[in-house]
T-cell receptor, first 112, second 114 residues
Framework: RKEVEQDPGPFNVPEGATVAFNCTYS??????FFWYRQDCRKEPKLLMS???SGNEDGRFTAQLNRASQYISLLIRDSKLSDSATYLC?????????????FGTGTQLKVEL | DTGVSQDPRHKITKRGQNVTFRCDPI?????LYWYRQTLGQGPEFLTY????????KSRLLSDRFSAERPKGSFSTLEIQRTEQGDSAMYLC????????????FGDGTRLSIL
């Protein structure tokens, strides 16, 4: 089983739709969680951190469920510019420090 | 621009040659990471430095790969005797030293082995 699993998609949605991605992780000792966005042939860019209490940034809402070991990302009123791959990232401590593990990413395509 | 910078952006070389990539992290970040990413996959961790100390290496990092960060600032990743399977995007990231800090990525170096 992969440490971090995501549905690769693609998710094809019309502009204005609401779309949600989930990500599961296997290490219960994981401490920090993030969503990154990656455009084609570009580097990953931090989208938002994820907290148990949930956090919102404009049209984006992230949620962490530690009991079920998954995190989610909700995008409301999707825009064409939201088309990208969304990477789930989990951090846990190792003997040497932080280990950051990426999921394979979920591809989103927003269409007219 | 004070972000993470990587050089070169692209590298094309013949199988068997050695290549070296450079990464300059964000200046106040003491942690530096190297990742490899192939098409359709998320970045895979290769190695990590805290200041000049290399604290962790993935089993993906074969003997042909070596990374250094001699003065705790920029880092280099060298691949010796390149193979076609080494073709990938090599990403560098840096972060602050406190637990759970997000990492900020450079543009990456795209390596193509002929």
């Amino acid at each position: 089983r992969k440490e971090v699993e995501q549905d690769p998609g693609p998710f094809n949605v019309p502009e204005g739709a609401t779309v949600a991605f989930n990500c599961t992780y296997s290490n219960s000792a994981s401490q920090s969680f993030f969503w990154y966005r990656q455009d084609c042939r570009k580097e990953p860019k931090l989208l938002m951190s994820v907290y148990s209490s949930g956090n919102e940034d404009g049209r984006f809402t992230a949620q962490l469920n530690r009991a079920s070991q998954y995190i989610s990302l909700l995008i409301r009123d999707s825009k064409l510019s939201d088309s990208a791959t969304y990477l789930c990232v989990v951090i846990h401590l190792t003997g040497g420090g932080n280990k950051l593990t990426f999921g394979t990413g979920t591809q989103l395509k927003v269409e007219l | 621009d004070t972000g993470v910078s990587q050089d070169p952006r692209h590298k094309i070389t013949k199988r068997g040659q050695n290549v070296t990539f450079r990464c300059d992290p964000i200046s106040e970040h003491n942690r530096l990471y190297w990742y490899r990413q192939t098409l359709g996959q998320g970045p895979e961790f290769l190695t990590y430095f805290q200041n000049e100390a290399q604290l962790e290496k993935s089993r993906l990092l074969s003997d042909r790969f070596s990374a250094e960060r001699p003065k705790g600032s920029f880092s280099t990743l060298e691949i010796q005797r390149t193979e076609q399977g080494d073709s990938a995007m090599y990403l560098c990231a840096s972060s602050l030293g406190t637990v759970g800090q997000p990492q900020h990525f450079g543009d990456g170096t795209r390596l193509s082995i002929l």
